[in-house]
């Protein structure tokens, strides 16, 4: 494996770990030579791309990545084509409507954003983070991700709520969601506050992609829900049209 190549995959298993990694994890999860890994990660550090804690030895990503991350952003284009629908709904339905990339079973991030012209105290932004299985759009991540459901339930059983459904609860809205093509959370991961997800899915009906509305739950009810969901799965199925069509 050439170095660069070696150097990429400690940048992105940084970026997808919760908590920061020492040398032994990093080595042993990438199949590196220890002396090799170390190398690599020295360099890293001289770049400003990853950091190392002097007292733990472990490592995280740096600075440097912040540029390089906008770039990837900005060069994206899923986020190019769901930004439109992602304006056209948060003007319509006056909601926080914002974009996401898969990460596998780690992370959902956030790469294009529409804020709703309400205020809304739930801080989110491009380049934030939040685990994949979490609220509406972890459903539909578990029923459109193509993951085996007993990783499926290990990460479910990670995950921190404000109001945490039961596994069999759960694993019925995921059934749901996939008859559906899109899923409600009323509450469950922030108290009050309802998401609606819908993915956007690949020739191989795989998600990678979704868009994700977010706003008081006491202003949407039920049946809204449902119809803000159904504009969402078509808006859905827009942007996986002009992105997989070919």
Known sequence: MPAVTRAIAILRLLGSSASPLGLKAIAQTLDLVPSTC???????????????????KRYSLDVGMLPLGRAVLRNS???????PELDR????????AIGVEMLALEYMVVV????????????VD????????????GRCVAAFGNHPWKKIEQ????????NAPKLGVWRKEVESAKRKGYS???????????????PVLDANQHMAQGIVLLGLAEQINNSAAISIARDM??????????MYSH
């Not at 294009?112 to 801080?123: E, K, Q, T, V, Y």
């Not at 799965?233 to 002009?242: D, F, L, P, S």
Request: aromatic fraction near 8%.
């Open 77 to 83: 284009s899923f986020a190019t084509l769901v930004q």
């Open 126 to 137: 491009v380049g934030s983070r939040f685990p994949a299985l979490i609220s509406a759009s």
């Open 89 to 96: 709904l948060s003007k319509r339905y006056g909601l926080t």
């Open 112 to 123: 294009a954003l529409s804020r709703s012209p309400a205020l809304l105290g739930l801080h």
């Open 155 to 162: 990460r479910f059983r990670s995950l921190r709520w404000d």
């Open 233 to 242: 799965r078509a808006a859905a199925e827009t942007v996986a049209k002009q």
């Open 38 to 56: 170390l190398h690599i990660l020295r360099a890293l550090v001289e770049e400003k791309l990853a950091k190392v804690n002097p007292y733990s």
């Open 184 to 198: 409600i959370d009323r509450s469950n991961y922030i108290n009050g506050i309802a998401i609606i997800a819908a």
